[in-house]
């Protein structure tokens, strides 16, 4: 059984459409990618589920079905209380997401104390537990840092770290390695694959690189302007996607394997063929 | 592909509109004083002593917002109180911004040395608790306008330094600064060129925040009767007079003070209307 | 024998560490620099590689004196720019560019893409401003109608080509381009790319791209220098530095890079 399953959700902000009838399922333990160019809407994707969409953003229409229920039949404080249970985020600017001013060992002990309900001492235990298993050497000493102290891929580690801390069964990672440098990300994309293998997580995984997508996906959506252009396995997409648009933003992506292919811009017919198809989206459904 | 941009609509041009409405028929009103007011301010006439306003039986065609203990028509006074307020606001809220924003910007932009000084400045004349200050300070210079718009800009400059400082030192390390140096501009240029059109909205909105401070201070220095020579009418004078008749004349208080507060209003609602005007980035 | 636009020897620079000052005495110094040493030949495309503190951007800056060295010297054209004064380097300037990495902060969000390009036309004296303005535009090839717009009116990628126009539009003969499309998605990134290669070969550029991507650099350089803390590792024409990597940082950074197909054996 699918543990997130969406279905129809749509989304604007004003007159412009953010998100066009995007349906997608998860199952446990899957790891599935959302992938586009930005202003997809691949993070508001991971925002509607968790419920962070920015208050100018309206979400209509479709359900959010999270482990059975049905979130848009739950009241408000429900709500938070199954995502914040069930849930968790690795954000993508590991700098920004941690409280300059306050030790990072107290950020994932707090929510752990003041939203799970855990004594003080048993957060303490599972945050060194945690800090371990992200491969932070000195643990005891890192819990007591600052923010500024550590490097980026720290400090990506300690998100990481506070994602699992309260064994989350899904868990939305919004570009979680685009802020990092090529060999700290290899390392972060490892550790990620390890932890969710180890703890049966699924992961929404939101990025604009299809390496990334081969190397830690299972499946994929490909996205443009909120439109599902493509839902498919990892296998099949890198053996011969469907979609042109698809195919070629696999042209584009560039390979070191094969200088003088890559970087070819996606051809104009195939943008005007996508943009016609959601054109057409837009006029069968103007009286919504 | 454009960002998404909340359009959040607001009432941006009923803001402007209110407070530049009212602040330029302030304006003209005073200017104007000396043809439209109904009677001469200073003119004292026990027969007409505290008459009503215009709506309350008693009153007479030529005091329409009534008069005070001394026969003095309350409309006229006020006429007359807003040259001294108005003038306090202009020209000591325009000075204090020069000072301010300019040291501001220097300590801001070229750091070192300049800013080290101003800061240093900056915080040790914050030390001082501004109303005893400003009660020194004219106690010093005597009374009179020249006084009050001295005081206002010793003490003030500061808010502004502050304030332009912290913004010139954040967009001093944006790119397009380092863009400007690598094309050879020199620092005043790109001071003048690059930082203070992102520094203006700011110092536009702390402007007008500024000018209904001095019209505050001007307020409490007349009330205490530490402004003008006490012959001329200013709105605190007014005030502290109206006090003593509350019971009798309520509205020889009441009518400086709403004029008071939405003069303020006003000033503080001006720069806020003009930045989200004037400020392309907002468009 | 094709001349030198750049000849770098033992380029040393090091930063006051203000984070760990004494009350008394002063700042301790962090050697961001540790002797750099290398040539960029006219009409070169070379890539810069390195991770975030290896000093790529530190270089970059260093070369074209947005930061004085502590120690070496590097020469433009011949010419010893290493100590230079402002005044001296200024009519120098127009020669050598930057394009910077955001496109949010790297142009003035309250000047029009007009006043934005021809800022440095008017310092350098050029004549027929609008008309070099123009021809600028075209040559990133957006519309002219364009410069009455700002910034935020744009996209990354549009912002990135405005960063280029102001960037050409002074006939500079080098330009330095840090990281300008790591904010980009892949189809504005191939865009400005794509732009940056013709413009090279039809303006006779000599460029300097620094990058963290090696797919990229791959693409567009043909010599690749790359710095681990400081330090050159390897310089060597990019075909051979992918082929046989010698230093195994460079190897441990191609090794790093996620392939989009199944066959690599990676995680």
Redesign the interface.
Known sequence: MSFLTINNLSAHIGKRKILRDVSLSVQAGEVCGLVGESGAGKSMIGKAVLGTLPRAIIATGGEIILDGENLQDLTPTQRRQVIGAKTALIPQDPLTALNPSRRVGAQITNRLVDILGWSKSAAQHRALDLLGEVQINDPERVMLCYPHELSGGMRQRLLIAAAFAAEPRLIIADEPTTALDVTVQKQILRLIKEMQNRYGTALLFVTHDLGVVAKVCQSLLVLYEGMVLERTTVQDFFTGPLHPYSRALLETTPKYTDPTGSLTPIPPQILDAVRAEIVAYDQAHAHV | MAEARAKITRPIGLRLWLSAGWLIALVLTTLLAPVLAPQDPLAQDLFTSRLPPFWIDGSEPGYPLGSDSLGRDVLSRMMYGGRVALSVALIAGTLTCLLGASLGLIAGYFRGWPDIIISRLVDIWMAFPPVLFAILLIAVLGTGLTSIIIAIVVIDWTRFARVVRAEAIGQGAMDYVASAQVAGHRRFGIMVQEILPNVLPTICVLLTLEMGIAVIVEAILSFVNLSISTDQPTWGGMISEGRLSIHQAWWVLVFPLIILFLTVLSFSQLGEGLKDRFDPVLK | MSETVYEIRDLRLSFKDLAHKPIFGPAPEIEVLKGLSFDIAKGDVVGVVG??GSGKSTLGRAM?R?LEPSAGSIRFQGRDITHLD?ES???L??KF??I???PM???????TVFA?IA??LR??GFDQISNRVETALDMVGLPRDFKLR?P?????GQRQRI?IA?AIA?EPEFILADEIVSG????????V??LLEQLVRDLGLTLAFIS?????I???CQHTIVLYQGEIVETQQT?EL?ANPTHSYTR???????????D?P??
């Open positions: 991770g975030s074209i947005l402002e380097l200024r009519p300037r127009r560019q930057m910077f990495q955001d902060s790297s142009l003035n969000p309250r000047r934005i800022a440095p310092l350098h700002y935020h009116e744009l996209s990354g960063g102001r002074t980009l998605d892949v189809s504005s990134q191939a865009h790319l794509n963290h991507d090696l797919s990229v791959r693409r567009l075909a992918f441990e950074l191609i090794d790093a890079i996620p392939l989009p197909n199944l690599q990676w995680v």
